[in-house]
């Protein structure tokens, strides 16, 4: 069973910094694209950041330099640093673990977690 724990969003201002944290279970996590979105109200969710099982990395351009997305496979944990926060930050912020074969795609997401950025 795929399960998901998402942490360490809340409210900060801006210019702030947070950590957020995805660990995971249930499938080879090592194996797989970890990516982290976002959804703020009445908008699409969108592509934040993504790291592939061998570190690549790649990042929104509205969130490059400022956040840093790393992986460690020992404890099955995806992670987001997020400093110099902006307003338009603010959105629920979710994981997601994908990967494809020859046959199939696997795609499981986190159940969320809200991170507002206000003064």
């Known amino acids: 069973q795929v399960q998901f724990v998402e942490s360490g969003g809340g409210l900060v201002q801006p210019g702030g910094s947070l950590r957020l944290s995805c660990a995971a279970s249930g499938f080879t996590f090592s194996s797989y694209t970890m990516s982290w979105y976002r959804q703020a109200p009445g908008k699409e969710r969108e592509l934040v950041a993504a790291?592939?099982?061998?570190?690549?990395?790649n990042y929104a351009d509205s969130v490059k330099g400022r956040f840093t997305i790393s992986r460690d496979n020992a404890k099955n944990t995806v992670y987001l640093q997020m400093n110099s926060l902006k307003f338009e930050d603010t959105a629920v912020y979710y994981c997601k673990a994908y990967r494809s074969s020859s046959l199939r795609a696997y795609a499981y997401w986190g159940q969320g977690t809200q991170v507002t950025v206000s003064s």
């Open positions: 790291i592939t099982s061998v570190g690549g990395t």
